[in-house]
């Protein structure tokens, strides 16, 4: 008989990967801080939840697919928290995207109610959620990460296995970093050819020729067309990643000066009001260094 899965966070990510554990025949109950957005997880027939306790008294594996670690503390220890309900017999997966710190700092604190715990972030923005085709990055013990694979490859098409507590946490953040950087020059790119009166779909197809193409440059460049930056994968998300690269790089005398720069230029994203806009939105923030048109 399949588990009974708590599920806590129903935003962008969330939402579509609690709808398709549900598909897959888990018994689901939900928990969303606002409540009208687990409104269509409950159409779908899990059962809501009043509070993150409820729900953990409710469930044998318990999910968070939330911001970071302020949502995380909230739901687990704030009032009626998830944590008071947590026992040994019962698994914790945190898929939210935090630095490795945070996670073996988390593992710790969860250590007293002797819940088992794996971090298991994920690779993929929204479309990939709601296709069920997430790459799955796991950290914790091997066999608890093997147990758990039917479950993750109802939300996902692979999982990776990173190493111990921490490791999917460090997966994510090489990952995001890379995604920034390329992200970043893909606009850093277009917005220097535009200033020296390139065409832009001329542009798009000399980068679609060779080999600098890449699969994120296909799904971003109609953003770049329509000028239309609906969020995928939010911009303020990934100026919060770049703070847990760039805070790890520090711990771990990693150089990344690039990245040092992206945390600069997507938090300047955020500051300009551009953070609920699509990472690709990092095209206003050249825009916004540039002369005026
Ligand atoms: P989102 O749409 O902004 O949703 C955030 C979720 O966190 C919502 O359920 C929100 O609840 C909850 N939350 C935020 N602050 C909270 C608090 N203080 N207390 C309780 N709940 C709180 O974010 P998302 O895009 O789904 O991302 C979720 C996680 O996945 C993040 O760590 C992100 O970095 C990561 N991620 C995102 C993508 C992507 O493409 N979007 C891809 C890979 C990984 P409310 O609904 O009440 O606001």
Same mark, same amino acid.
């Given at each position: 008989?399949?588990?009974?899965?708590?599920?806590?966070? +129903? *935003?962008?990510?969330? =939402? @579509?990967? %609690?709808?398709?554990?549900?598909? &897959?025949?888990?018994?689901? !109950?939900?928990?969303?801080?606002?409540?009208?957005?687990?409104?269509?997880?409950?159409?779908?027939?899990?059962?809501?939840?009043?509070?993150?306790?409820?729900?953990?008294?409710?469930?044998?594996?318990?999910?968070?697919?939330?911001?970071?670690?302020?949502?995380?503390?909230?739901?687990?220890?704030?009032?009626?928290?998830?944590?008071?309900?947590?026992?040994?017999?019962?698994?914790?997966?945190?898929?939210?995207?935090?630095?490795?710190?945070?996670?073996?700092? +988390? *593992?710790?604190?969860? =250590? @007293?109610? %002797?819940?088992?715990?794996?971090? &298991?972030?994920?690779?993929? !923005?929204?479309?990939?959620?709601?296709?069920?085709?997430?790459?799955?990055?796991?950290?914790?013990?091997?066999?608890?990460?093997?147990?758990?694979?039917?479950?993750?490859?109802?939300?996902?098409?692979?999982?990776?296995?990173?190493?111990?507590?921490?490791?999917?946490?460090?997966?994510?953040?090489?990952?995001?970093?890379?995604?920034?950087?390329?992200?970043?020059?893909?606009?850093?790119?277009?917005?220097?050819?535009?200033?020296?009166?390139?065409?832009?779909?001329?542009?798009?197809?000399?980068?679609?020729?060779?080999?600098?193409?890449?699969?994120?440059?296909?799904?971003?460049?109609?953003?770049?067309?329509?000028?239309?930056?609906?969020?995928?994968?939010?911009?303020?998300?990934?100026?919060?990643?770049?703070?847990?690269?760039?805070?790890?790089?520090?711990?771990?005398?990693?150089?990344?000066?690039?990245?040092?720069?992206?945390?600069?230029?997507?938090?300047?994203?955020?500051?300009?009001?551009?953070?609920?806009?699509?990472?690709?939105?990092?095209?206003?923030?050249?825009?916004?260094?540039?002369?005026?048109?």
């Amino acid at each position: 008989m399949k588990p009974k899965i708590g599920f806590m966070g +129903l *935003g962008i990510m969330g =939402a @579509p990967m %609690a709808a398709n554990i549900l598909k &897959a025949g888990y018994p689901l !109950t939900v928990y969303n801080r606002t409540a009208a957005k687990a409104e269509p997880l409950a159409k779908l027939g899990a059962q809501v939840a009043a509070s993150p306790k409820a729900l953990a008294q409710d469930a044998q594996i318990i999910v968070a697919m939330v911001t970071g670690p302020e949502a995380l503390y909230e739901l687990l220890f704030g009032p009626e928290g998830a944590a008071e309900a947590f026992g040994p017999e019962q698994v914790f997966i945190n898929m939210s995207s935090v630095s490795p710190s945070f996670t073996l700092e +988390l *593992g710790k604190e969860l =250590a @007293p109610t %002797a819940i088992r715990f794996v971090d &298991a972030p994920v690779s993929g !923005t929204k479309k990939p959620a709601e296709d069920g085709a997430l790459v799955i990055l796991a950290g914790g013990n091997r066999q608890r990460v093997q147990e758990l694979e039917p479950l993750f490859l109802t939300m996902g098409k692979k999982v990776i296995y990173c190493g111990k507590t921490g490791q999917g946490s460090m997966m994510k953040m090489f990952i995001n970093l890379l995604l920034g950087l390329m992200m970043e020059g893909f606009a850093e790119a277009l917005n220097f050819g535009r200033l020296g009166g390139l065409d832009l779909e001329a542009m798009l197809e000399t980068v679609a020729s060779g080999a600098m193409n890449a699969p994120m440059f296909q799904v971003k460049a109609a953003n770049f067309r329509d000028q239309k930056f609906q969020a995928a994968f939010p911009l303020k998300h990934l100026a919060k990643d770049a703070k847990f690269v760039v805070d790890t790089a520090y711990e771990l005398g990693a150089p990344v000066p690039a990245g040092q720069m992206l945390l600069h230029l997507y938090r300047l994203g955020v500051a300009q009001g551009w953070g609920d806009e699509d990472i690709s939105a990092i095209a206003k923030v050249m825009e916004f260094l540039s002369p005026p048109k």
